[in-house]
């Protein structure tokens, strides 16, 4: 159905629901529907260096979020993606990963650093039970500081 009302989501999309009470009696509920493309637009925007980007994953370490959408509704672990070690770093809810790439940008290896915010450290979060990542080359991170550069020599 929505991928009938907004084409270009291809489907993908954010319901927002809050319950309509009457003193403690639930009458019905209100929902919206957020355009997917605003999200990714959100998360675009985010400048991790000048190669890192921005994603999301999902409670079952799905991506939902992610530069190349293709990518959307493969666990991270998933062949197509190659990282199964990063997959095995979000099951466990490792705060950071890193290991070594190709950057096909820029031609050279390098190490890529990813750090993840998961909101169940926080406590009891209700909500969407997303995790969002940010993954960034080593070079470009440490090349702005010297802390840095002492840190991940």
Avoid: C
């Avoid at 989501?9 to 639930?26: E, F, L």
């Avoid at 190669?51 to 994953?57: E, K």
């Avoid at 509704?73 to 705060?95: F, Q, S």
């Amino acid at each position: 159905m929505v991928a009938s009302l907004d084409p270009k989501s291809k489907g993908w999309t954010a319901a927002i629901g809050v319950p309509v009470k009457v003193g403690d009696h639930v009458e019905g509920v209100l929902i919206s529907y957020l355009k997917w493309s605003r999200i990714e637009n959100l998360m675009a925007g985010i400048n991790v260096g000048k190669t890192g980007y921005v994603y999301a994953l999902n409670h079952q370490n799905q991506v939902v979020v992610h530069p190349r959408n293709e990518f959307y509704g493969i666990d991270l672990r998933d062949r197509r993606i190659n990282l199964p070690g990063l997959g095995e770093a979000v099951k466990k809810h490792a705060g950071r990963y890193s290991y070594e790439f190709r950057n096909i940008k820029t031609g050279k290896t390098d190490t890529k650093l990813v750090g993840f915010a998961d909101p169940r450290k926080y406590g009891n979060f209700p909500g969407l039970g997303w995790r969002v990542a940010a993954g960034a080359n080593k070079s470009e991170v440490v090349a702005g500081h010297p802390f840095w550069k002492l840190l991940f020599r």
